[in-house]
């Protein structure tokens, strides 16, 4: 049974700041990782999408990576701001067709 | 394209009561997710179904619980009756396949009393 895992659960960092989301997950076998950001009280936004044979994605400021073979992935937010304070969630999707969420990092950008 | 769209936004409703969760994917997406968040268990999967067929519903909390998608642009979460511990906000998504992502709607934040 797939499990993701997040770490940390919470972050603060001064404005400015580079940082890094670690994401990991138990069975290698999937399709593709995708991190959302989720506003309070809002829905989920997606923000990056890696499919299994790719290494990486990038989005402005941010970079995402997948090591599928170590079941690992990292969110990269370069010179953080005030604006990025959200929760970022890690989900990944494998053969059956289900997406299985960790349980997100909530971050907060320092000003 | 509006995106997946839900409703009702909020729902207040007394415990016992029937509850109905209406969702519309976006056109062309053959495949359907609906979940629950809460605050403890984080998001979890209650069905998806592909080309309107329920595919898995082994997250489905239990039988109060039920799900349907008579065409391709309409699904809805039943819950009969509801209680306070389904108080919860729950999302759909969309996709049109499993290597392009998922589109999420706002999500609906029931409330039982």
């Known amino acids: 049974k797939q499990e993701v895992t997040q770490i940390p659960a919470a972050l603060s960092v001064p404005e400015g700041e580079n940082l890094v989301l670690n994401c990991s997950f138990t069975?290698?076998?999937?399709?593709?990782l995708q991190w959302f950001r989720q506003d309070p009280g809002k829905g989920l936004t997606s923000l990056l999408l890696i499919q299994s044979s790719q290494r990486e994605q990038t989005s402005g400021r941010l970079n995402a990576s997948l090591d599928k073979s170590s079941g690992r992935s990292t969110l990269y937010i370069a010179a953080s701001q005030p604006g990025d304070s959200a929760t970022y969630l890690c989900?990944?999707?494998?053969?059956?067709?289900?997406?299985?969420f960790g349980k997100g990092t909530r971050l907060h950008i320092l000003p | 394209d509006a995106g997946v769209i839900q409703s009702p936004r909020h729902e207040v409703t007394e415990m016992g009561q029937e509850v109905t969760l209406r969702c519309k994917p976006i056109?062309?997406?053959?495949?359907l997710f609906w979940y629950r968040q809460t605050m403890m268990r984080g998001l979890e999967l209650l069905i998806y179904?592909?080309?309107?067929?329920?595919?898995?519903d082994s997250g489905m909390p239990e039988d109060r619980f039920s799900a349907k998608m008579p065409n391709a642009s309409f699904s809805t979460l039943k819950i009969q009756p509801s209680e306070p511990r389904d108080s919860a906000v729950y999302f759909c998504?969309?996709?049109?396949?499993?290597?392009?992502?998922?589109?999420f709607g706002s999500g609906t934040r029931l409330t039982v009393v």
């Open positions: 069975d290698s076998a999937i399709y593709n």
């Open positions: 056109s062309g997406h053959n495949s």
């Open positions: 989900a990944v999707s494998g053969r059956d067709d289900k997406i299985i």
């Open positions: 179904f592909n080309n309107n067929v329920p595919i898995d």
């Open positions: 998504a969309s996709s049109t396949r499993t290597a392009y992502g998922y589109t």
